[in-house]
């Protein structure tokens, strides 16, 4: 038996790839095609698919061409898989002429003729873009633009600063159309909202974006109490609009696969998760005025929250607060959380340093995160017998906003899952209500 076999991503599956299957499944009697893995895609720089791999691999089946479908999911496997299968034929598209030459040596390479004037690069681009306009133009708005270049299907249109002088710099300098004047201005030209403004109005921006149906991408601090989140959850709802938390950490690759790791009982069960995020800022800083709902708890808990939620739930019994003070805001807090089975402890600061790496304790093991752990791409898996332990690598591209807002474009186009729950999103919040409130607050 003659076997084949081809690899691609297929995304949004086309006329192209389906004669390219036929004349590689026409090579030969047995067709194996490997579709590559979103973090494989991810990896290799293609961040901009619209299907993800099941929808791929779906794609790939319904053209009855396959005879069987594996994923590729690291470069140098394509080697393994002629090995492993016994291939006589690797086949791949001729916009690839020459480049597999050196698998010459394990099988037959044959390049097949393309289908001229079809890409998914091409139907991707003819997808309608979200126009999204951003509130607030301050250093992460900066970050904001440039990565959203390099994901598909968004279009930066506006951008609105109550500082109207403010805002047509910050629209000058990044290439934006419209430094809108007003809100209902910025509003009347999208159809989806970042709020990148200070933290005391994200409640207001937010609400006032999905009561105008704008989807919404709120910065980090969420909102400061639970009836306010639960009150945009209900906009949003009512109006079918997406609201998510703009948590960088959440999106990106190596958090995601430490967070399905951990799930599956890789380090046994969870008893603690420790986490710290300081960020030394200047005292006359906005992020340090009191007034502004300024503090290490408001700028950076949302941190070492989210791997707190996400490995010990949210059903937390209490938490302990130990802040050290300075013209009334924490420039340092502690925060202990009680489980019924487990604990954890995380560390913020403004105006106090620490080592920023997390560490989550098993029965089994233990996961360790370097500085930054919020924006890694390496963490270790280790065990009492050291031979067991693994490294894990994951691209971190650019600044890594890229991530969430490829989520938040696909979760309004394509209504995709999303990574950080409302719970999560919920609990954040009541952890910076029951702080403001001062319950369990020891001031140092
Ligand atoms: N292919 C083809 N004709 C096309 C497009 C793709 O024969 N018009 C082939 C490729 O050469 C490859 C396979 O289909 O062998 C899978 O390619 P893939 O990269 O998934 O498709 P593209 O449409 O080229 O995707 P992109 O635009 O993202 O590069």
Redesign the pocket.
């Known amino acids: 038996m003659k076997k084949v076999i081809?690899y691609?991503?297929?995304?949004l599956l086309?006329q192209?790839?389906i004669?390219?299957l036929r004349r590689a499944k026409e090579l030969g009697d047995w067709l194996i095609v490997g579709v590559t893995t979103d973090n494989f895609d991810l990896e290799r720089g293609?961040m901009n698919t619209c299907n993800n791999v099941m929808e791929r691999i779906e794609a790939v089946k319904s053209t009855g061409y396959a005879d069987q479908i594996i994923i590729e999911e690291y470069k140098g496997q394509k080697i393994d898989d002629i090995q492993k299968y016994g291939v006589d034929i690797f086949a791949?598209?001729?916009?690839?002429e020459g480049y597999f030459d050196y698998l010459k040596e394990y099988c037959e390479v044959v390049y097949?003729p393309?289908?001229?004037g079809?890409?998914?690069?091409?139907l991707r681009e003819e997808r309608p873009s979200v126009k999204v306009g951003i509130i607030g133009t301050g250093s992460i708005a900066s970050r904001f633009v440039p990565e959203s270049k390099v994901v598909n299907s968004i279009d930066i249109v506006a951008a609105f600063n109550p500082d109207l002088k403010l805002g047509a710099e910050f629209c000058e300098a990044n290439g934006i159309p419209l430094a809108a004047g007003t809100q209902d201005e910025l509003f009347a030209a999208c159809d989806a909202v970042y709020v990148a403004s200070p933290h005391y109005t994200h409640f207001e921006y937010a609400k006032a974006a999905l009561q105008a149906g704008k989807h919404v991408l709120c910065e980090t601090p969420f909102v400061f109490n639970t009836a306010e989140a639960e009150e945009l959850f209900r906009l949003a709802d009512e109006k079918d609009l997406v609201l998510m938390l703009a948590h960088k950490t959440a999106y990106c690759p190596a958090f995601g696969h430490l967070v399905s790791l951990l799930k599956s009982g890789t380090i046994g069960e969870i008893v603690d998760v420790d986490a710290s995020v300081t960020t030394l800022t200047d005292e006359r800083s906005a992020k340090m005025d009191k007034e502004l709902l300024g503090g290490s708890m408001s700028e950076n808990a949302c941190f070492p929250l989210l791997p707190i939620f996400k490995f010990l739930g949210t059903d937390y019994k209490d938490v302990t607060f130990f802040s050290k003070m300075k013209n009334g805001v924490d420039i340092f807090t502690k925060g202990v959380i009680r489980y019924d089975n487990a604990v954890a402890s995380f560390q913020v600061g403004l105006g106090a340093k620490t080592e920023g790496n997390m560490v989550i304790s098993g029965t089994k093991g233990y996961a360790y995160v370097p500085a930054p752990w919020w924006k890694t791409d390496y963490f270790e898996i280790r065990y009492e017998d050291q031979n067991l332990n693994k490294k894990y690598f994951y691209p971190f591209a650019g600044e890594g906003l890229r991530y969430e807002i490829k989520d938040f474009i696909s979760s309004i186009l394509q209504g995709s899952f999303q990574k950080l729950s409302r719970k999560e999103m919920l609990k954040m919040t009541d952890v910076q209500e029951r702080y403001l409130k001062g319950e369990n607050v020891f001031q140092l």
Request: glycine letters at 12%.
């Open positions: 081809t691609g991503t297929y995304d086309h192209g790839h004669n390219l293609k791949i598209g001729s916009d690839w097949l393309r289908t001229e079809i890409s998914s690069t091409q």
